[in-house]
């Protein structure tokens, strides 16, 4: 089965506030941009994946992912990053209307086309199936197959959230590099160990507090 990968983006001057015990505020928007870079890489990358939708209103960012060769959906509704995501499996489909559609975060800096492989292929198996991040709280992926709404809770609680609303948690080992999202400074240093693509680790490296960003 080959799958449509939503991935939703905030402005980058917006995104990622809680990077701040780690990175200024100068820094914060070309880190989130490379998390993207590297995301929507390693997704296209992906042999069960045909194609990728950001759904993003900045500018910046929409040129350098669709040099990679993702399609920018503007952001229409505005209203965060549910409506965002149920807009851009909403423009997918309106050609495939059938199409199996998962719902992917941006900050996925270490994703693997591999493991990603594993969980889109463990996802064809159930109507709508998720799968929760490395701290088991939150989500990294939401999918849809058959033409099924996504029906997107991400946020907080969205683990449970997502349990709730019917869809099936998919409960898989050796994926780390789909469930480790980068939210704090500490996550960005687990996602340094397990490796991260080349557009983080060059931003990385050249950070202006690089002993804090130190995976050892």
């Known amino acids: 089965m080959q799958w449509t990968l939503v991935i939703p983006l905030k402005p ?3 995104a990622k ?8 505020d100068g820094e914060r928007p070309g880190l989130v941009l490379a998390f993207a870079q590297d995301t929507v890489g390693a997704a296209l990358a992906c042999a069960e994946v045909s194609d990728v939708a950001v759904v993003t209103d ?4 929409g040129r350098e ?13 505005g209203g965060g990053l549910n409506a965002a995501l149920a807009h851009g499996a909403a423009v997918v489909r309106e050609n495939r209307p059938g199409a ?4 992917l975060n941006a900050d996925l800096p270490a994703l693997r086309p591999a493991e990603l492989s594993r969980v889109l292929a463990a996802a064809t198996e159930f109507p709508r199936a998720f799968l929760p991040d490395t701290a088991g709280v939150g989500t990294t992926l939401l999918a849809a197959v058959g033409g099924r709404a996504l029906r997107p809770a991400f946020g907080v609680d969205s683990r449970a959230r997502h349990r709730a609303s019917g869809a099936t948690e998919l409960a898989l080992t050796g994926v780390d590099s789909v469930r480790q999202d980068v939210d704090t400074g ?3 240093r687990t996602a340094l160990v397990l490796g991260v693509g080349r557009h983080t680790a060059a931003v990385s490296a050249g950070l202006p507090m690089p002993g804090s960003l130190d995976p050892h």
């Open 100 to 103: 199996a559609v998962a719902a």
């Open 17 to 24: 506030s809680r990077l701040a015990d780690a990175v200024g």
């Open 58 to 61: 900045d500018e910046l960012a």
């Open 65 to 77: 992912l669709a040099a990679l060769g993702a399609r920018i959906v503007p952001d229409v509704p």
């Open 12 to 14: 980058l001057a917006r």
């Open 186 to 188: 500490a996550d960005l």
